[in-house]
C-alpha cells in the first residue's frame, strides 16, 4: 500500500482574476461506480482526498483491456480536463495519482505496442489504407448505420461517442507549444475550426450536444460515462494519453491526422443515417459540418501538420505511423464491440438508454 498524502485543501476552488477571495469553481461532472480494484482505489482517493490504496502488482496484472483499468485512467484524465464534482482542483497534480496513472499508461502501451508490433513505421504505409474508400462490402459501422440502422442504434451510438466528441478537440490542443513553424501554423487553424472559428454556437462539441438533444438524449458532459463500456473508454483515453506527454507528440499528430482523414466519408453516411431515421435537423447538422469542414482538413493536416512536423524533426515519422495504427485499431476494437452486442440483440451500452424519445416541434 502506498503512503499517505494529505492535502489541506478540500473544496474545489479557484481565485479570480483580481486575487480577491477564492469562488467555488464550476462543478463538473459526477463520479461513477467503479468496475475493480484499480478504478475502487481512484474514486476512493477522490472522493476523501485521499491517497489510492492498491496492492502490489495490481497494475501488472490488470486486463489493459478490461474494465477496470480504462475506467481508472480515464478518471485521473478527467481530472486534467473539467475534474468532477467535489474533487479538489488540485489532485490534477497529486503526485500518488500521477505515480498510478504512469505505471497504468505503461500497461496501456505495451498491450498496444504488442498488438501492433507488425504495424507500419512509415507515414506513407500507415495512411495509404485510409486513403482509399473500402469495397461495398467491406464491415463498416457507419455503412450499417446508413443503410439498415434504426434510431435506437442512433441514439445507443450517440450516447456512446458522446465522451469522445463533447471533447474531442481539447487534447489536440495540447500539441500546440510542442510543434514550430508550419505544422503549428496548420495546427492551430485546424483547431480554430473545431472551435467554432469564433462562434460557440459553431463548437463541434456543441453541435454534438444539439445532436444528443435531438435524439432525445441528455447532453450534459460525461453524463454516459456509467454506461460506456471499456472498449469506448481506450477510445477517449487514447487521445488523452497521447496529448498529456510532449513526448508523446508524434502519436498525437498521428491519432490527429487519422481522425481528419477518415472522418468525412463515415460523417456523410452517418449523416445520411440520421435523416432516413428522421433523427432532426441538429443531428444532421453535426455530420454534414464535418462532411465539409473534414475534407478541407484532411489536405491541411497531411500536408501542412505532418509534412512541416516531420521537416522539423524527420524522427518522429515512426510515431506519427503508430498514432494513426492505434488510432485506427481502437475504433476497429469498439467498432467490433457495437457489431457483436447489435447482433445479439443486445445493448452495446453496459446499462440499456430508456426507450422514451424526446418528442420534438413540428
Known sequence: MTPSITSTAHTRRTVNATGAAPVTATPGPRLVEPRGTLSAAVTEALRSNGTPAYLPGAVLTADPWGEDLQLALYLLYELHYRGFDGVDDDREWDPELLRLRQAMEARFLHALSTELSDAPRSVADAFAPLLVEPPASAPSLSRFLERNGELWQLREYAALRSLYHLKEADPHVWVIPRLRGRAKAAMAAIEFDEFGAGHPDRIHA???????????????????????????????????????????????VGHFACVEVTSSPGSRRLARAMRRCGAGRAAERFYDEHVEADAVHEQVVRREVIGGLLADEPALEADIAFGCAATVHLEDRLAEHIDGAWAEGRSALRTPLNTRTRERAE
Not at 444539439?210 to 435524439?215: A, G, K
Open 206 to 252: 456543441r453541435l454534438f450536444a444539439d445532436l444528443m438533444v435531438d435524439l432525445g438524449l441528455d447532453p450534459a458532459y460525461g453524463h454516459y460515462l456509467d454506461q460506456a463500456p471499456a472498449p469506448l473508454l481506450a477510445t477517449v483515453n487514447l487521445m488523452s494519453l497521447f496529448g498529456l506527454h510532449r513526448s508523446h507528440r508524434g502519436f498525437l
